[in-house]
């Protein structure tokens, strides 16, 4: 688990976040899309948190090493 929290580049349905999650936490995209889309069923403040999430996950190629 020492990935960092990032939206990657390839796997992307949206705006990454999902697949960011899995990837940091070493699981299934398709099942964390699963969850947060079962999520929207219950009384919250999902979608905030999604947007939020876009707005502070860098994307990956930031951190992508570029070669002198």
Not at 1 to 29: D, H, Y
């Amino acid at each position: 688990m020492s990935r960092k929290l990032v939206r990657p580049r390839e796997g992307r349905m949206l705006a990454g976040v999902c697949a960011g999650l899995a990837r940091r936490f070493n699981t299934s995209a398709t099942l964390v899309r699963l969850l947060f889309l079962l999520s929207l069923l219950l009384p919250g403040t999902q979608v905030i948190v999604y947007l939020v999430l876009w707005i502070l996950m860098p994307n990956e190629n930031r951190y992508a090493t570029t070669p002198h």
